[in-house]
């Protein structure tokens, strides 16, 4: 069966600082994996996804997460913090074969001015 | 074009009701999921449906929860006999297809229950 697990339910940044959220997995079978962002009131969307290929991945909005096969990990990053990331950032994974999503239990960024 | 809708966006109902749930997905996608988000927690996978074929149920928590979808279009999630631990954010999903070829899953803004 897989988890994922994301280290701290909540994270307060200031502006302009560096936003570092993690995610490792456990996984049977290298899976694709994802992280959404949820603002308040509205569905989930999808900030950037990885499947095959190079391991570092861009997604909006300045995001970026790197695939580290050897560390279970696929830990989300910005450079810089602005105050609209403000949110709750879920990582998830899903098996390359598969089609449900299996989800880490959240981190709620606060960005402080 | 129109995203994934839901409706209602919040529900309060009294413990022993039914509840509905409706779910639009976005045009053309042959999948569909719902998955359930309890407070402070992550989301749960449910049920999935995927074009004609029989959808898959094993995350259904038991079997006071019951979905159906028409064709390749609406769907509704339907719990009966509500319990308080129903209470959390029902969100339903959809995408292009279910197979290996298909990443994105959209979801809905999601229908809010409230168990009394």
């Known amino acids: 069966a897989q988890s994922v697990t994301q280290l701290g339910s909540h994270v307060s940044v200031s502006e302009g600082a560096l936003v570092l959220l993690r995610c490792n997995y456990s996984?049977?079978?290298?899976?694709?994996l994802f992280w959404y962002v949820q603002y308040p009131n509205q569905g989930l969307q999808l900030l950037l996804k990885?499947?095959?290929?190079?391991?570092l991945v861009k997604g909006i909005n300045g995001f970026e997460a790197e695939f580290k096969k050897s560390e279970t990990s696929f830990h989300l990053t910005k450079p810089s913090a602005h105050m609209s990331d403000a949110a709750e950032y879920f990582c998830?994974?899903?098996?390359?074969?598969?089609?449900?999503?299996?989800f880490g239990g959240g981190t709620r960024v606060l960005v402080k001015p | 074009g129109a995203g994934v809708s839901q409706s209602p966006s919040n529900k309060v109902t009294e413990k022993g009701k039914d509840v509905e749930l409706r779910c639009d997905p976005i045009s053309g996608h042959t999948a569909l999921y719902w998955y359930r988000q309890r407070l402070g927690q992550g989301l749960e996978f449910l049920i999935y449906?995927?074009?004609?074929?029989?959808?898959?149920k094993s995350g259904l928590p038991s079997d006071r929860f019951s979905a159906e979808r028409t064709g390749e279009s609406v769907s509704t999630l339907t719990i009966q006999r509500t319990q308080q631990e129903d209470s959390a954010v029902y969100l339903c999903a959809s995408s292009l297809d279910g197979g290996a070829g298909s990443h994105e899953q959209y979801f809905g803004p999601g229908t809010r229950l409230t168990v009394t």
């Open positions: 990885y499947t095959t290929g190079a391991t």
């Open positions: 998830a994974v899903r098996k390359a074969a598969g089609n449900k999503l299996t």
């Open positions: 996984s049977s079978v290298p899976p694709y």
């Open positions: 449906f995927q074009g004609n074929s029989a959808p898959d």
